[in-house]
């Protein structure tokens, strides 16, 4: 199913990937029901990450996800953490998870990757660790 966005319509992008997202993932649904030989994943469950942008773009979406989540009654737990925000959904049989992980968390992480190519143990330092 493909949308096209125009001010005609008053279809936005947004309405439209989010149009496109779901038909892909009604076809997914029905690939499985129909074709069994296909396996399910091994954990059961979705993963995917809040809109990009940091703490201050990720806040607002991320209690509107909770507020709507909330009044249409729909059960979730949510985690806020200083390393990650998460929102847990579980549908049936399948869990779903939307994360964001905090500027704090990509910063430390930015830090330890800065240093993987600077740091090389060589054999005689690893003997000597072990």
Known sequence: MTITPSEQTGVTPEDAQRAQFVSGLQAL????KCVPEVPIPTFESLRWQFPLGG?????PVFEATVAA???????????????QWKVTITLDGLTVEIVHS?????????????????????????????
């Open 29 to 32: 649904a029905r690939l499985m």
């Open 102 to 130: 905090s500027d704090q968390a990509m910063a430390e992480h930015s830090a330890r990757m800065s240093y993987t190519r600077v740091i090389q143990v060589d054999a005689n330092q690893a003997e000597a660790v072990a």
């Open 69 to 83: 989540l909330a009044e249409a009654g729909i059960p979730f737990t949510q985690d806020v953490n200083p390393r």
């Open 55 to 59: 703490d201050a773009v990720t806040r």
